[in-house]
């Protein structure tokens, strides 16, 4: 089990602005690895330098997505997948590039085994429980059957880039019943707002690596429960006219 460094200061955020396709990090692999800002992807800000292989450097595990807003990623077990409009799962290949993206090498501090059913309220309610503190971030591992999931994607967006939220309003959304599969995902603390999502955030991928997408909502049956605390937080900045221009101060 790794030891927990509870980082609760300025040297929390290692903000670098590197050249596309070489990055650094700090050598632990016990890091939070992001590339750009939440709020970045929020403002329509949809291409960024960082290509899978580079990232791939930096995690075996995670989400995120795909330059021009195409699709949702969805990292596992070293094997980066893409989960298009169309609900289907496609493997991605390392010359492609990301806007904005979260990973970490999954090694799990904490696991267990989860034998009754839970909505997505539920469970979240139960990870909640889990969590020894509300100061740091998971990466979070969900396997296991599920009777439903509710997950959706969002087609390439065509530029100028609208912003997330009108971008949002094309999303497709699918249900599938009664498959097994892995949510990928993490839980970041209320203090990174705007740099990360607070709370819960999980993509979905079924075990025949098929189809998925970001949660919505789900019921699972029975499955195993892992959770890898992390406390070390690296972000990339990206680079490009379009970042460079943007207007952080008025959020």
């Not at 699709?71 to 806007?99: H, L, N, R, W």
């Not at 097994?180 to 607070?198: H, K, R, S």
């Not at 699972?220 to 892992?226: Q, V, Y």
């Amino acid at each position: 089990m790794k030891k927990v460094h509870f980082l609760l200061a300025v040297t929390l955020l290692i903000i670098t602005i590197g050249a596309s396709g070489c990055l650094s990090s700090p050598k632990d692999k016990d890091v939070l690895f992001q590339i750009s800002m939440f709020s970045v992807l929020s403002e329509g800000v949809y291409d960024g330098d960082v290509t899978f292989e580079g990232l791939k450097r930096h995690g075996d595990f995670g989400i995120g997505t795909f330059n021009g807003l195409d699709g949702e990623m969805v990292a596992v077990a070293s094997e980066f997948y893409q989960i298009k409009a169309d609900g289907k799962a496609y493997s991605v290949e390392g010359s492609m590039k990301t806007p904005f993206a979260v990973v970490t090498f999954f090694e799990p501090d904490k696991a267990v085994s989860l034998d009754k059913v839970l909505d997505y309220e539920q469970l979240s309610q139960y990870l909640d429980s889990m969590l020894p503190t509300r100061n740091i971030f998971y990466a979070i591992r969900v396997e296991g059957a599920f009777s439903y999931i509710k997950a959706r994607s969002v087609p390439a967006q065509s530029k100028p880039y609208p912003p997330l939220a009108e971008a949002l309003k094309g999303q497709t959304t699918f249900e599938l019943h009664d498959v097994t599969g892995t949510l990928v995902g993490f839980w970041c603390p209320t203090y990174v707002e705007g740099i990360n999502v607070p709370g819960y955030h999980f993509h979905f991928i079924t075990s025949d690596r098929k189809a998925g997408g970001h949660l919505l909502d789900c019921q699972i049956e029975s499955g195993k429960i892992e959770i890898d605390y992390t406390s070390e937080f690296f972000m990339m900045l990206l680079r490009g006219e379009k970042f460079y221009e943007l207007n952080l101060e008025a959020r």
